[in-house]
């Protein structure tokens, strides 16, 4: 009891305290915190997320259809602006004013009283919408007509220069709206937009331009009736980004922050997020080709949502803190405390204490794990109890074993030594079959370089067999052609001297012709003086024998000409057939020696077959020779084959009785190291506390 009470305490001042980050109850509380925390921390975060997405979704299209509906408001407000311009413009009476006033001069009493009668009439419709700040009627060159309000002509001078003005004309027949200005288009009113039209009569012809001034607070007004949200913004801007309308001050007629694309304004509706985090939704008139453009944004939008969520939040949290800290305690009552007590005794095991138990009641995991670690300590005991009387009997088959293994060496000796005896034998045997062996093999080579050679002999006499039967054979043909050639110089000589029978007759002809000629020349002479007798009646007559002795003439110089060329071919046709004498007897001479050549082919050929039928023997006793050869090596590399395996077979068995005897002192010195070790595990084994 004394012994193992001092193990116990042993084994206790083994066990080191260690960094609580480092106890698993420490790791599994971090676990299921951490865990919890994010869990929470994540749906809340994911619950944010969708709610922003999910609202700004809702507003966006909520802000598009206001923002639509509010754009087709204002263009049912434009659709009323045209709708005056073209009530102007169909009215006959102010057609016939105008047509009246370009018929006086300026500033004349009458071109006034019609300046006055078309003010008039201009009023009744400003005055009928308060909406109208002035109306404006121009010539077609841009001087002033008439003009409603309390504007003065000089503020409109000059304006036939203006790009609006321009734009007006250009437009031809349809209305054109005009971009805001601060300081108005009359001079009499600040901050508004306006819409011109030509005026024409009924024949197409320009009377006359019409521009309608509207204050800028109408589209203000329409502005300032709609609410997008908190922080939104508004404003009317014109197909180049500039602003018409918008409830900033200072703003009117500068570049809108809000641009928009062509494809987007082409669209006519529509939304998307800008580059700054906000909503942008816009709509596009067809009538004035402008855009009611809202900004939304949309931190703004989902703030009161984020508040919510993130208080939410906060207090799951909070909550999911509590109950992390409350499962990591139960979890290191439960799991952590009887791991640390099983710690505890696996240590004082360690130290040779193999009587420690845990006697944990619990059916769960760990009440398991600590029943397994009885039954551990009970089989390690009972492993040591067991090892002990092994160890005994170990001890003392070792000095058995060690008797034994010195005899064993004594007979390995022996048997080595007669073996190296019957080894030596074997060498000389197996030498010896090794030289026949050698001339063996040298006697095969030489057979086979007999068998190569007249193999080669028989081939080279097939192919010079071959040779000369292709050789007779194209002799033949030769001969054949050459029979065909001399035919063929002995007909061409004969048509050459033919031919040069005629060139002769032809030369004879061209001899008379030539005197024919000379006979025509002394007849045309002739005729040429008796015409000349004539007188006047023989000038037709002279003409004809002019023409005789020039046709004479050109006839003499051919005639000469092909003489010529007749001598030139008979001498051609003489040294042709000159050379066609000379070769005859060349053909003739040639066509002996091919037949002197095939006979000689004919030998040859008869020659070669009786020398093949002589190697045919030949290789015949060759083959036979060989055959025998062959089986007089294989007899010998059967000897030499015994004679290397029996060498073999003896060196192998003085190898295995030296490596026994190694083996026995081997055996001896193992059997001496096993006693030291039997008893060494004795001692260690007594140690334990079983």
């Given at each position: 009891m004394e012994r193992r009470r001092i193990l116990g305490i042993e084994g206790l001042r083994g066990i080191k305290l260690t960094s609580p980050m480092k106890s698993i109850g420490m790791k599994l509380f971090l676990i299921f915190f951490v865990s919890i925390v994010s869990f929470v921390l994540s749906c809340g975060m994911l619950s944010y997320s969708i709610s922003k997405n999910v609202i700004q979704k809702k507003v966006s299209q909520s802000s598009l259809e206001t923002i639509s509906q509010a754009g087709m408001k204002l263009d049912f407000m434009y659709k009323t602006f045209e709708d005056i311009m073209l009530q102007l413009?169909?009215?006959?009476?102010l057609q016939n004013l105008l047509a009246k006033a370009q018929q006086?001069?300026?500033?004349?009493?009458?071109?006034?009283?019609?300046?006055?009668?078309?003010?008039?009439?201009?009023?009744?419709?400003?005055?009928?919408?308060?909406?109208?700040?002035?109306?404006?009627?121009f010539q077609p060159d841009g001087r002033l007509i008439a003009l409603?309000?309390?504007?003065?002509?000089?503020a409109v001078e000059n304006v036939e220069q203006t790009d609006w003005f321009q734009a007006i004309k250009n437009n031809n027949d349809q209305t054109q709206w005009l971009d805001s200005k601060a300081e108005g288009y009359s001079g009499s009113y600040p901050n508004t937009f306006a819409i011109g039209r030509v005026m024409k009569n009924g024949e197409g012809s320009?009377?006359?331009?019409?521009?309608?001034?509207?204050?800028?607070e109408l589209l203000n007004n329409e502005l300032n009736s709609l609410s997008l949200g908190e922080g939104s913004q508004l404003s009317?801007?014109?197909s180049a980004n500039t602003n018409i309308a918008t409830l900033k001050p200072g703003e009117l007629g500068k570049a809108s922050n809000l641009p928009l694309t062509g494809a987007q304004i082409d669209a006519g509706r529509g939304l998307f997020t800008s580059a700054n985090d906000h909503i942008v939704?816009?709509?596009?008139?067809?009538?004035?080709?402008?855009?009611?453009?809202?900004?939304?944004?949309?931190?703004?939008?989902?703030?009161?949502?984020?508040?919510?969520i993130f208080q939410f939040t906060l207090v799951a949290v909070l909550c999911a803190v509590i109950a992390a800290g409350l499962i990591g305690i139960w979890v290191v009552r439960v799991i952590v405390r009887p791991i640390q007590k099983l710690r505890d005794l696996m240590k004082q095991g360690a130290q040779g204490k193999l009587t420690v138990r845990a006697h944990y009641t619990s059916a769960d995991e760990v009440g398991q794990l600590g029943a397994s670690f009885d039954q551990m300590m009970q089989h390690f005991a009972d492993l040591v109890r067991q090892s002990g009387d092994t160890a005994h009997n170990v001890l003392e088959t070792a000095n058995e074993l060690a008797n034994s293994a010195r005899l064993t060496k004594t007979a390995a000796d022996e048997i080595a030594s007669a073996m190296e005896e019957i080894s030596a034998g074997a060498t000389g045997l197996a030498q010896e079959s090794e030289k026949g062996n050698a001339l063996t093999e040298h006697v095969s080579t030489q057979m086979k370089q007999v068998t190569e050679a007249n193999f080669m002999m028989g081939t080279a006499a097939a192919g010079v067999q071959e040779a000369g039967v292709k050789g007779a054979h194209e002799m033949d043909a030769l001969m054949a052609n050459t029979n065909r050639t001399e035919e063929m110089i002995t007909t061409l000589i004969k048509k050459v001297g033919a031919f040069k029978e005629s060139t002769t007759s032809i030369q004879s002809i061209l001899d008379m012709l030539n005197q024919i000629m000379k006979k025509t020349n002394i007849l045309s002479l002739n005729a040429g003086i008796e015409a000349v007798r004539a007188g006047q009646a023989g000038k037709g007559f002279m003409v004809v024998a002019d023409e005789i002795r020039r046709l004479a003439e050109q006839s003499r110089h051919s005639i000469g000409v092909v003489g010529q060329i007749m001598n030139d071919i008979q001498n051609e046709v003489h040294e042709t057939f000159n050379l066609l004498e000379s070769a005859a007897p060349i053909f003739k001479t040639q066509l002996q020696a091919v037949r002197d050549t095939n006979v000689i082919f004919g030998q040859v050929t008869s020659q070669m077959a009786a020398f093949i039928e002589q190697l045919g023997a030949v290789s015949d006793s060759v083959s036979s020779l060989e055959?025998?050869?062959?089986i007089l090596s294989d007899t010998m590399m059967n000897v030499s084959s015994v004679a290397e395996e029996s060498l073999a077979t003896s060196e192998e068995v003085t190898a295995q009785g030296l490596e026994q005897s190694r083996v026995s002192d081997k055996l001896v010195q193992l059997s001496d190291k096993l006693e030291q070790l039997s008893q060494g595990l004795h001692d260690t084994l007594s140690k334990f506390d079983i």
């Open positions: 413009n169909l009215d006959n009476d006086f001069p300026p500033g004349s009493y009458q071109a006034m009283e019609i300046a006055g009668q078309l003010t008039e009439k201009l009023n009744v419709i400003a005055f009928s919408g308060k909406s109208i700040s002035s109306l404006l009627l409603t309000g309390s504007g003065s002509n000089s320009s009377k006359g331009v019409l521009v309608m001034e509207v204050s800028t009317i801007t014109n939704v816009y709509y596009h008139s067809a009538l004035s080709d402008w855009n009611m453009v809202g900004d939304i944004p949309i931190g703004l939008l989902v703030r009161e949502a984020a508040d919510k055959s025998k050869q062959v």
